[in-house]
């Protein structure tokens, strides 16, 4: 923006503001003050380009030399209205969920009030004078920015590399400090100098109500009062501090979008391309112990009627499954079947008002559900990776690539800054970045989808995790990169006997990396059977039928894409029964009424379905309007 004339023109303007709040009492302080009789309330003239007031001093002077006092107790507030601010909107982070909605609700309240109201009631509150006034604008622009700063950083805190920071166990005060206000820096600086527009405005109000600054001292507000009740004399005496207002606030208003850009120009230009994958977890020294112990029945992750519900919603419905050391296994299933819950369950990344229980649920050895809350990210920290899918949002944008990847190092290798850094770069060299020691210094948005999911996968190398969950990470890739992340993961696994769980919507990735499928419907696993016997040897109806609607070279290009009829079953109402029978083409009424469990059949495959040993007529239709995936 300082690049544009506006931009230019705004800076200059800001400069002046500033440079006449240092220079002005300097250079003109004396003649400000200098009394004379012999010309009270002169009008404008060659002599006195504003005229005087009623002891004969110099308007103009007075106005110049008033901008220290205005500029700088506008600032006083804006910064008070700002720290304040940021400290009620950040407490829902830091404080957790229950304290941080009663801070929420009062920030609610209270910016109900209209600011200038807020203003007057502390100012009379705290007294008149500057001293009352500075606090009285301050706690009055608090709740709007508070406001802002929760909403912006609800965002943030949403996204994956806040999840992915937490899983590595990054302290609630170092995720907000790292990863939430840098991001949200941009926006919050340009409120803030447009606040110290505002207040700008509202001191000289109140000055000019007579509760700002006191005699002697003067600011334009006081200026603009004292000119006004001569306005029909000497107009410009109420003019001049008048036009210093406007001026001065524009300065403040228009300045902000630059300086915004010259601290966070990273956020506003990081683009979409390709998925990623997030965070990382390293291994400390104990986690070999627990290896050892896992390695005793060679079980990563132990989960037994597992649910996550939100209120009287049950989106996953009791599912049970087990990881050994180097096993990948995929979850397959219509969207909204329950696939990312489990994963986030299994994170321990499903936030309130959800609700995760389960009859087991062990990670190398530990109860999850009975490690105390604090000690969780510690434990997941040191063994699980997390890969996401969404580009956007896996990497923070406003951090170099080396220095993320550094940071797990930091956390849980209690490495120092410069080693954490170089294995940083041997990281992204092992996942085949060219020239990595640059890259390493690059930002996320300089790098292709492709590379950051990499990148990431290399962030999980940081340590030696035990389990990789990757939700969906080749999704926004192209073909090509597709396959070389694929493969990579592959490799990871293959070179460090490392778990992988991957949800996909897409049998063919699931088919190309794991070694077992579990078919997720309405928040059930209704099949679990090995990859090999994924094609041919599927036994439940509503695997063959996601089968059948995924297209391959023999399929007729001239007839329509083949769907499964009617959608997907609804968390909040799954129908009596089993929830696949309102589209199985086998159901019976015992269907509708029974809901079938998931049943070993002896030959390494689980199956829940009635009619699982009957060969079914094809339950595919033809697409149809309003119908499908
Ligand atoms: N925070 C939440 N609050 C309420 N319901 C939720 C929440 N998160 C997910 N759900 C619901 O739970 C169900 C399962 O969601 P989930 O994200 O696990 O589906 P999925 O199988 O991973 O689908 P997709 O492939 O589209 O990601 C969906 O119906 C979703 O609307």
């Given at each position: 923006?300082?690049?544009?004339?506006?931009?230019?023109?705004?800076?200059?303007?800001?400069?002046?503001?500033?440079?006449?709040?240092?220079?002005?009492?300097?250079?003109?302080?004396?003649?400000?003050?200098?009394?004379?009789?012999?010309?009270?309330?002169?009008?404008?003239?060659?002599?006195?380009?504003?005229?005087?007031?009623?002891?004969?001093?110099?308007?103009?002077?007075?106005?110049?030399?008033?901008?220290?006092?205005?500029?700088?107790?506008?600032?006083?507030?804006?910064?008070?209205?700002?720290?304040?601010?940021?400290?009620?909107?950040?407490?829902?982070?830091?404080?957790?969920?229950?304290?941080?909605?009663?801070?929420?609700?009062?920030?609610?309240?209270?910016?109900?009030?209209?600011?200038?109201?807020?203003?007057?009631?502390?100012?009379?509150?705290?007294?008149?004078?500057?001293?009352?006034?500075?606090?009285?604008?301050?706690?009055?622009?608090?709740?709007?920015?508070?406001?802002?700063?929760?909403?912006?950083?609800?965002?943030?805190?949403?996204?994956?590399?806040?999840?992915?920071?937490?899983?590595?166990?990054?302290?609630?005060?170092?995720?907000?400090?790292?990863?939430?206000?840098?991001?949200?820096?941009?926006?919050?600086l340009v409120n803030a100098t447009m606040a110290a527009g505002g207040s700008l405005l509202a001191f000289a109000?109140?000055?000019?109500?007579?509760?700002?600054?006191?005699?002697?001292?003067?600011?334009?507000?006081?200026?603009?009062?004292?000119?006004?009740?001569?306005?029909?004399?000497?107009?410009?005496?109420?003019?001049?501090?008048?036009?210093?207002?406007?001026?001065?606030?524009?300065?403040?208003?228009?300045?902000?979008?630059?300086?915004?850009?010259?601290?966070?120009?990273?956020?506003?230009?990081?683009?979409?391309?390709?998925?990623?994958?997030?965070?990382?977890a390293p291994a400390e020294r104990r986690g070999a112990d627990r290896a050892g112990v896992a390695g005793q029945?060679?079980?990563?992750?132990?989960?037994?009627?597992?649910?996550?519900?939100?209120?009287?919603?049950?989106?996953?419905?009791?599912?049970?499954?087990?990881?050994?050391?180097?096993?990948?296994?995929?979850?397959?299933?219509?969207?909204?079947?329950?696939?990312?819950?489990?994963?986030?369950?299994?994170?321990?990344?499903?936030?309130?008002?959800?609700?995760?229980?389960?009859?087991?649920?062990?990670?190398?050895?530990?109860?999850?559900?009975?490690?105390?809350?604090?000690?969780?990210?510690?434990?997941?920290?040191?063994?699980?990776?997390?890969?996401?899918?969404?580009?956007?949002?896996?990497?923070?944008?406003?951090?170099?690539?080396?220095?993320?990847?550094?940071?797990?190092?930091?956390?849980?290798?209690?490495?120092?800054?410069?080693?954490?850094?170089?294995?940083?770069?041997?990281?992204?060299?092992?996942?085949?970045?060219?020239?990595?020691?640059?890259?390493?210094?690059?930002?996320?948005?300089?790098?292709?989808?492709?590379?950051?999911?990499?990148?990431?996968?290399?962030?999980?190398?940081?340590?030696?995790?035990?389990?990789?969950?990757?939700?969906?990470?080749?999704?926004?890739?192209?073909?090509?990169?597709?396959?070389?992340?694929?493969?990579?993961?592959?490799?990871?696994?293959?070179?460090?006997?490392?778990?992988?769980?991957?949800?996909?919507?897409?049998?063919?990735?699931?088919?190309?990396?794991?070694?077992?499928?579990?078919?997720?419907?309405?928040?059930?696993?209704?099949?679990?059977?090995?990859?090999?016997?994924?094609?041919?040897?599927?036994?439940?109806?509503?695997?063959?039928?996601?089968?059948?609607?995924?297209?391959?070279?023999?399929?007729?290009?001239?007839?329509?894409?083949?769907?499964?009829?009617?959608?997907?079953?609804?968390?909040?109402?799954?129908?009596?029964?089993?929830?696949?029978?309102?589209?199985?083409?086998?159901?019976?009424?015992?269907?509708?009424?029974?809901?079938?469990?998931?049943?070993?059949?002896?030959?390494?495959?689980?199956?829940?379905?009635?009619?699982?040993?009957?060969?079914?007529?094809?339950?595919?239709?033809?697409?149809?309007?309003?119908?499908?995936?």
């Open positions: 923006m300082l690049r544009t004339p506006v931009g230019m023109a705004t800076a200059v303007l800001l400069g002046v503001v500033l440079l006449l709040a240092v220079v002005a009492p300097l250079l003109w302080g004396g003649r400000a003050d200098a009394v004379d009789t012999a010309h009270i309330l002169a009008p404008a003239s060659a002599e006195h380009w504003a005229g005087t007031d009623n002891l004969g001093r110099d308007i103009f002077f007075r106005v110049l030399v008033a901008t220290r006092t205005s500029v700088w107790l506008a600032l006083l507030s804006t910064g008070l209205g700002v720290a304040v601010g940021l400290l009620l909107g950040t407490a829902p982070l830091l404080l957790g969920p229950r304290l941080g909605r009663l801070v929420t609700a009062a920030v609610n309240i209270a910016v109900a009030f209209p600011g200038l109201l807020l203003a007057l009631s502390f100012a009379v509150i705290f007294g008149a004078g500057a001293s009352g006034a500075v606090p009285a604008i301050g706690l009055a622009i608090a709740p709007g920015f508070a406001r802002l700063t929760q909403t912006l950083a609800a965002t943030v805190a949403g996204r994956d590399f806040v999840a992915a920071a937490r899983i590595a166990g990054v302290g609630r005060v170092r995720v907000l400090l790292r990863h939430v206000l840098p991001n949200i820096a941009e926006p919050l109000g109140l000055s000019f109500l007579g509760l700002g600054v006191q005699t002697p001292g003067y600011d334009w507000g006081r200026l603009l009062g004292e000119g006004l009740n001569g306005i029909y004399l000497n107009p410009a005496a109420a003019l001049v501090p008048g036009v210093a207002v406007v001026l001065a606030g524009l300065a403040f208003n228009l300045v902000g979008e630059a300086a915004a850009k010259a601290v966070g120009p990273r956020t506003t230009t990081a683009p979409a391309r390709g998925a990623s994958v997030d965070v990382a029945d060679d079980a990563v992750l132990v989960v037994e009627d597992l649910r996550v519900s939100f209120g009287p919603v049950t989106p996953v419905r009791g599912v049970g499954f087990t990881l050994r050391r180097g096993e990948a296994v995929g979850i397959v299933g219509e969207s909204g079947s329950g696939k990312s819950l489990t994963a986030l369950a299994v994170a321990q990344l499903i936030e309130q008002p959800g609700h995760v229980a389960a009859r087991r649920l062990e990670f190398l050895g530990d109860d999850l559900l009975r490690t105390p809350p604090r000690a969780r990210p510690r434990l997941l920290g040191t063994s699980l990776t997390m890969v996401f899918q969404d580009p956007m949002t896996s990497f923070n944008p406003v951090q170099r690539i080396g220095r993320q990847l550094a940071e797990v190092a930091e956390q849980h290798l209690g490495q120092r800054r410069g080693p954490a850094l170089a294995r940083a770069v041997d990281r992204l060299r092992a996942v085949r970045i060219p020239g990595a020691a640059r890259r390493a210094r690059q930002f996320p948005h300089e790098f292709s989808g492709g590379m950051r999911q990499r990148a990431m996968i290399g962030m999980g190398l940081m340590g030696e995790p035990k389990l990789i969950i990757a939700d969906e990470p080749t999704t926004a890739l192209d073909v090509t990169v597709q396959r070389q992340v694929l493969s990579l993961l592959a490799e990871v696994r293959a070179a460090d006997d490392v778990a992988v769980l991957l949800i996909s919507h897409d049998l063919g990735v699931v088919e190309q990396v794991c070694d077992r499928v579990l078919v997720m419907y309405a928040g059930r696993f209704v099949e679990d059977l090995p990859v090999a016997r994924l094609r041919g040897g599927a036994r439940h109806p509503y695997t063959r039928a996601l089968l059948g609607a995924v297209p391959d070279l023999a399929t007729d290009r001239d007839q329509p894409l083949v769907v499964i009829p009617g959608r997907p079953a609804d968390p909040a109402a799954p129908p009596p029964g089993c929830a696949f029978a309102p589209r199985c083409p086998l159901a019976d009424d015992h269907c509708g009424r029974a809901d079938p469990a998931l049943v070993d059949d002896g030959s390494g495959g689980r199956v829940a379905c009635w009619h699982a040993d009957e060969r079914p007529e094809p339950v595919l239709s033809a697409a149809t309007e309003g119908e499908g995936r």
